[in-house]
Each structure stands twice: as C-alpha cells, then as structure tokens.
Nanobody, 116 residues
C-alpha cells in the first residue's frame, strides 16, 4: 500500500516563506515525476506549480524566481521552498508522484494561506 503525505503548510504573512514536504511510503517503485500542484477554493482545476523529472525542473510563470523544488530520491521525497509569498499563493497544495511504471499517486493536500 502506497501512501503520499504532504506537510509544511500553514498561515504566513505577505512576503513570508514556507517549506512544503512530501514523502511517499510503501512499495512505490522507482519515481520519475514529482510535482506540486495547487487548487484554489471554488476551482476544479489544479495548477501545476513546479515539477521535477527525468526531463528536468519546471516552474509556472507565477512562481518562477520565488519557489524552488528539490527532491531526495533516497527518501522518496520532494520539497517546495516558497519565498516572497503573496495572497495569490493561497491554495491547497498537492503533491503528485508518478513512477516509471506509470502509476500515479496524490497526497491529501496541505493548506497554504497568505495573509495581508
């Protein structure tokens, strides 16, 4: 049984920083893609914020220069360092993991709220 768990969300003031963590446990196999998505209240779509895979690292334009994604394959973990946070970054942040065997797993989400 595979479990993906995010942590590190919380309430922060404008201009502040947070570090999100996501770790997978269980017999997950070899991970290729690890990414962070976010979803705002009332929206059905999840926005890809940052990702890391065999193809490299990518960021959405809205977070480029402020967020940094990193991974630790030994721990099946991925991190998101978020700096210069603004109210538009408020969302539920999800971790997505996809293996080379094309199995996909999502975490339950961690809330990030940026207050003015």
């Amino acid at each position: 049984h595979v479990q993906v768990v995010e942590s590190g969300g919380g309430l922060v003031q404008v201009g502040g920083s947070l570090r999100l963590s996501c770790a997978a446990s269980g017999n997950i196999g070899t991970i290729n893609f690890m990414g962070w998505f976010r979803q705002n209240v009332g929206k059905n779509e999840r926005e890809l914020v940052a990702s890391t895979s065999g193809a490299g690292i990518d960021y959405s334009d809205s977070v480029k220069g402020r967020f940094t994604i990193s991974r630790d394959d030994a721990k099946n973990a991925v991190y998101l360092e978020m700096n210069s946070l603004n109210p538009e970054d408020t969302a539920l942040y999800y971790c997505k993991i996809r293996t080379y065997g094309l199995k996909t797993y999502w975490g339950q989400g961690t809330q990030v709220t940026v207050s003015t």
